[in-house]
């Protein structure tokens, strides 16, 4: 029976480096493996690197460093179901939430606020980041991830509009002002959309022009995101800012005359 010495276990580490194995729980799972194979059927005074190298050869097929290879596909390809799962719960808890709110606005439950809640806030946090997780991992050009990076934070910003919206909490009858709530959920309102209109609808349809696969569903799918982001629009009212800005300018120019009233007064 062959005894394996600190220069042999040496040796085997270093070649395996040399081979591709850099994961290091790996490199010290197969050394385990090749000294047991080595100990069980080598002799006293056998040749250990004659030995050594024909046992390593039962391990690969044309490289050693297949097997990593084939560890990491098969973990990426495990955590990749695993997040496509996590975005389908999500996703049926976010669409149970809008169902059971809107129901309960309907017959008027107590509890429609809290479920448009979870909806809102499970589909803003949880749903949307890890359709743009699993997208990223399919990423194959820069324009992808502008795509992507775009149009998912376009529809959180609308999204979080919704909500605030939808509980009551952003009031068209509130002044605008700096640090208000309007101006915060206009503000939120208005960089969704137009990162909608101006970056996502621009590079997804310059990029689904370009293949005639995928030429006509791009123009029907970009037609109606315009329809939809300009009805949008349409519907925003910008009442608040144009009140505010006439309030402001009436103080500025009232502001004068009370000076010269209080200056007058003072001097009599």
């Known amino acids: 029976m062959y005894s394996i010495s600190d220069e042999n276990i040496d040796y085997i580490l270093h070649d395996l480096k040399i081979r591709g194995i850099e994961t290091e729980s790996l490199r010290l799972n197969l050394l385990d493996h090749i000294c047991i194979l080595i100990e069980e059927n080598l002799e006293e005074n056998g040749d250990f690197e004659k030995f050594y190298a024909f046992t390593i050869r039962a391990f690969y097929d044309h490289e050693l460093r297949e097997i990593e290879e084939e560890i990491l596909l098969s973990s990426s390809y495990k955590n990749k179901r695993i997040m496509k799962k996590a975005m389908i719960l999500s996703g049926a808890f976010s669409a149970a939430g809008f169902i059971g709110g809107s129901l309960g606005k309907i017959m008027l439950f107590r ?3 809290f479920l448009l809640f979870l909806g809102f806030v499970s589909f803003v946090l949880l749903f949307l980041p890890l359709v743009f997780i699993v997208l990223l991992r399919e990423l194959k050009s820069k324009r992808d991830l502008i795509i992507y990076s775009s149009g998912t934070l ?14 009551g909490w952003p009031s068209s009858n509130l002044q605008l002002g700096p640090g208000n709530l309007g101006t915060t959920w206009l ?35 970009s037609i109606l995101l315009v329809a939809f982001i300009g009805v949008q629009f349409r519907l925003t ?6 009140q505010a800005k006439q309030n402001t300018y009436i103080q500025n120019q009232a502001l004068p ?3 010269v009233h209080l200056a007058s007064y003072s001097a009599e």
Do not use: H
């Not at 376009?154 to 509980?167: A, D, G, P, R």
């Open 111 to 113: 509890i429609t606020d």
């Open 154 to 167: 376009s529809l959180m910003l609308y999204f979080v509009c919704m909500l605030m919206k939808c509980l």
């Open 187 to 221: 503000i939120l309102w208005l960089a969704g959309l137009g990162i909608g209109s101006f970056v996502f609808v621009p590079s997804y349809f310059l990029a689904g022009i370009r293949r005639p696969e995928t030429k006509t569903s791009t123009i029907i799918t």
């Open 237 to 242: 009212n910008l009442g608040p800012i144009r």
């Open 257 to 259: 005359e009370k000076t």
